[in-house]
């Protein structure tokens, strides 16, 4: 009974990494501080595999990659406003590294983005203007992060009532079952 909500939450997250409009294609991800504060920030989707495997893309010199080191468990938020759904997901991140998918990964970026990730400074370094960064010309801090989820939290509000579905990863299979939103 609750196969169409998963259906409608995985077709969601294919959406959101192959459409630049589709309010999936941002989300926020929850990590843990090396402090163990909680640490947020808004990140693009890259891609989904059929198994859900999300994946996102970032600078290796960025606090979330030590984060992730030291502390793989993470969480993912989704929000579409005009469906009115929320996912939040958890799981383990992996950093990917393997080479030869990173520069599969690296070569499809676009020139433009590819700055993102080559800059001489370190993401959150100081600087006096936004206008005095600079960029490296033959090197880069390329890294990708695949988020393996093994919980899953859908939410969809209604005018009259709301629909609340949690799903669980048993034995490489989604189990789902209907709570109080």
Same mark, same amino acid.
């Not at 995985?10 to 589709?22: P, Q």
């Not at 950093?95 to 983005?113: C, F, Q, R, S, Y």
């Not at 669980?168 to 209907?178: A, H, I, P, R, Y």
């Given at each position: ?27 926020? *991800? ?29 600078? &290796? ?8 080191? @030291?502390? &793989?468990?993470?969480? +993912? ?12 997901? =958890? ?6 590294? &393997?080479? =030869?998918v990173l520069k599969a990964h690296w070569d499809n ?14 993401? +959150? #370094?100081?600087?006096?203007?936004? &206008?005095?960064?600079?960029? *490296?010309?033959?090197? @880069? ?8 989820? #093994? ?6 509000? +209604? ?11 048993? #034995?490489? =299979? ?8």
């Amino acid at each position: 009974m609750t196969t169409p909500f998963f259906k409608e939450l995985c077709e969601e997250l294919k959406l959101g990494a192959i459409e630049k409009g589709h309010p999936f294609r941002y989300f926020v *991800l929850g990590t843990l501080g090396l402090d163990n504060s909680i640490g947020q920030r808004m990140l693009v989707l890259r891609q989904v595999s059929p198994e859900l495997r999300l994946t996102f893309y970032t600078d &290796n010199r960025s606090p979330k990659i030590a984060q992730l080191q @030291n502390n &793989n468990t993470v969480s +993912g938020l989704f929000y579409n406003p005009t469906k009115m759904t929320q996912l939040r997901i =958890e799981g383990k991140a992996i950093i990917e590294t &393997n080479k =030869e998918v990173l520069k599969a990964h690296w070569d499809n970026v676009p020139v433009k983005g590819q700055k993102e990730y080559n800059a001489i400074k370190s993401p +959150g #370094d100081s600087i006096n203007n936004h &206008n005095e960064i600079e960029y *490296l010309s033959k090197k @880069n801090h390329f890294s990708m992060v695949h988020i393996l989820p #093994d919980k899953m939290d859908f939410l969809k509000l +209604g005018n009259h009532y709301h629909t609340r579905v949690q799903f669980s990863l048993v #034995d490489n =299979e989604w189990k789902g079952k209907f709570s109080v939103p």
